[in-house]
């Protein structure tokens, strides 16, 4: 008797582990099955624009939907100026333009903010944090009318430095939030180490603290290229033939005579792609950077 129930005592707790284990792999299995049911949800509004973009204009229009139409490609011709419609290559450059120029002015702005509020603080830091997230509170309607009269007193309207301005000042509190909090994990014992030997405040800003917080810096001029390359209220009305944008190019599929569908989301696609490179291109940066401080 005394040998049986050592051996039931002894076998008892393997068996809990194993009924524990195989809970587990159930739980983690179902939570893995939910992610990509989730996941797919996400992306089922992008699968189907791409694969609206390769129908007909009357399939495309039907009600419900043909999936299984016959594919074609007359809505990138279209996009691209077959048939005789516009080009819409002045307008992706100028959104080139306008993104890539505004983010660099914002990282040149934003790193030596940052450096002050995090690494070498200045007096009530807070409150200046505070005023950058203060200026986002502000609807962005509500700054229309005085920057329209100021680009128009000024002779700035359709003027594709005016959306740089604006592009680097929206972006700024942003880029500055946020590299905050990627300098303040910067080990200031290497920046004493670089003063000691003589380094001036641009000499370690560039060879020491945007090397080290590297991830965060591309992280943010990615978002940052991001929402200037998808801005459109001040493009669509501060801009005209000359400094229309991508997303202005987009709402001329939108006409008094319907909704061209097919062709809106061919260059929808392709008013996409430049995002979704850079974003793929640096998505091992972007990862680091957002995660940057996050395990201490």
Same mark, same amino acid.
């Given at each position: ?18 009924? #524990? ?6 739980? !983690? ?50 996009? #691209? ?13 100028? !959104? ?27 007096? =009530?830091?807070?409150?200046?944090? #505070?005023? #950058?997230?203060?200026? =986002? ?14 680009? =128009? ?15 680097? !000042? ?18 200031? !014992? ?105 395990? =201490?």
């Amino acid at each position: 008797m005394s040998a049986s129930t050592a051996t039931t005592a002894s076998a008892s707790p393997s068996a809990s582990v194993n009924a #524990f284990t195989r809970r587990a792999r159930r739980r !983690s299995a179902a939570l893995g099955v939910a992610a990509w049911v989730v996941g797919i949800g996400f992306c089922l509004p992008a699968l189907w624009m791409v694969l609206t973009s390769f129908h007909a204009e009357a399939d495309a229009a039907t009600n419900p939907p043909s999936i299984a139409a016959a594919l074609t490609l007359d809505g990138y011709r279209t996009f #691209f100026g077959g048939g005789g419609g516009p080009t819409p290559w002045p307008p992706l450059v100028n !959104s080139l333009a306008a993104s890539f120029f505004s983010t660099v002015l914002v990282l040149l702005l934003a790193l030596p903010a940052a450096y002050a509020l995090s690494i070498r603080r200045v007096r =009530k830091w807070t409150d200046v944090m #505070f005023f #950058f997230l203060s200026t =986002k509170m502000l609807p962005v309607v509500a700054g229309l009318l005085p920057v329209y009269l100021f680009a =128009k007193n000024t002779g700035l309207l359709d003027n594709i430095w005016l959306l740089v301005l604006l592009y680097t !000042s929206m972006n700024l509190p942003i880029a500055v939030w946020m590299m905050q909090s990627f300098l303040a994990d910067v080990p200031v !014992s290497i920046i004493e180490a670089a003063q000691v030997d003589g380094a001036r405040l641009p000499t370690v800003l560039r060879r020491v603290v945007a090397p080290v917080a590297g991830p965060g810096i591309a992280a943010t001029a990615l978002i940052c290229f991001i929402f200037s390359w998808n801005e459109l209220l001040f493009a669509r009305v501060l801009t005209g033939v000359v400094a229309g944008t991508a997303p202005v190019h987009l709402t001329t599929f939108v006409t008094s005579q319907g909704l061209f569908l097919a062709q809106l989301c061919a260059a929808s696609v392709v008013v996409s792609l430049p995002v979704l490179v850079a974003g793929y291109a640096a998505q091992d940066k972007l990862v680091q950077g957002l995660s940057l401080g996050a395990v =201490k």
